[in-house]
């Protein structure tokens, strides 16, 4: 029977050493135990949360690096085809400018050699005329008595109009 | 399957070694001991007699037969008042005397006259006691220093020992039992398991008090859990016990039932704390018997075979302790968090 009886002596000892130890172990041990645990874990979701997030922005950094590529691709596509088109834009002005200014020139020359050929027969025309009055001139001069000295004296002219 | 089965052969090698090794100590303490009970012939060896000794509370603390620590005497008495002194002062020679008009009979402590004497002596248990408690606060300030001391980083040492305990006590008992609101019960939970725990395992040693198996102790631990039962009681927990049948049954047909009732419910609010005292006390008190018990067949039977049977059984019984000591502190944990969790419940 003396088991099962409870000896007020020892339940005033367990109750002071127990609710001490429970304090003692509240107030240096379990508070700080527990919430370094609840850190720990904050840490760690935190932690797997971040890395998910990195790769998620990595992927999306992917994806913008990709379509960038493709816009620069698109783009560079682009400026060729306008280059190109450009540059035979080019060709074909500079042809056809050519072509004009060739036959401009052309055109000059022929319009400058007209007007020396016109230029050059005037004065021709005029020498022509010139010398027949002078011939004429000479030959009505020289009484002309006989055929043989007139014909002496025309090829004289001739002659001297060579030399001229 | 194969490797499983090469682990576990290895396994039961270590185990077995263990016992080898256990097995070939205890039958020569018990044959030790059996020696020096032949000196005393007339003496009759009585099983009952040793075991109520060792289970008992007492005055002095016997290591083992011969070296004996005699505990301080404190009590109170209307007509002596305060008194403090050895309890050597009750021994003569093995003998038990009175000593400046108190008397002490099976150390129970009363005065010459006849007066009643308030009892607070430092007794095996109470040292016991102190013994457990200062083993709790060490270990658990070593625990929290590894926290502070490797904040952020993986548990070491004794740290990582205790840590998934304590993540068990806080997520398999606390939340799975209280719910949200188990945060302020922790400490009180974490306390009882590891001071019942390290208390069955401190009984275990030999010359060790039966502190945890004790009903003082039990019944101490039982109430603060009612107290604080009470105490965090929600309104759920009180219409459960004052209005059981809710709106199931009109008010006059309640009233009847309640007449019966209403004392089952209020005496529902103690059962459950005394069932917590009876279990802790009767399985630890139980397991030491057990082993008491067995060990001494070999002086009921006066035979060495006897004993060494025992022994190997007595060996067998302690590894099952072991295991009961922490089965024992996990179950009076989880009901009090069962008990706290009934009390925190929301209506729903």
Redesign the interface.
Known sequence: M??????????????I??L???F???A???????S??K??EH?IEDSLRAADNAKEEMEQIKADNEYLLQEARIERDAILKEAKEESVHIIEHAKAETSDITSKMIQDARDAIEVEKKAALTEVKDLVAALSLEIAEKVLRENLSDDKSQKALVSKFIKDVKVN | MKKGSILNQSNFLIINRFLALLLLIMPSLVWADGGSKKDGEDEKFNPSELINHHIADSHVWEIYHGLTVHLPVIVYSEEKGFDVFSSANFYDHEEVVPYNGYIMDHDHISLESGGHVFDISITKNVLFLFIDAALLILVFTAVARGYKKNAGRAPRGIQSFFEPIIMFIRDDIAKENIGPKYGKFMPFLLTVFFFIWFGNLLGLLPGAANLTGNISVTLTLAVITLLITTFSGRKTYWLHIVDPLGKSMPWLGKIFMYLILWPVEIIGIFTKPFSLMIRLFANITAGHILILSIISLAFVFQSLAVGVVGAIFATVMNMLELFVAVLQAYVFTLLSALYFGQAVEEHH
């Not at chain 1, 003396?2 to 109750?15: E, N, R």
């Not at chain 1, 240096?28 to 527990?34: A, G, K, S």
């Open positions: 003396a088991l099962v009886t409870p000896d007020i002596g020892l339940i005033i000892w367990q109750l050493v127990f001490i130890v429970l003692i172990l509240r240096f041990v379990w508070r700080p135990i527990l370094a645990l850190a720990r840490q």
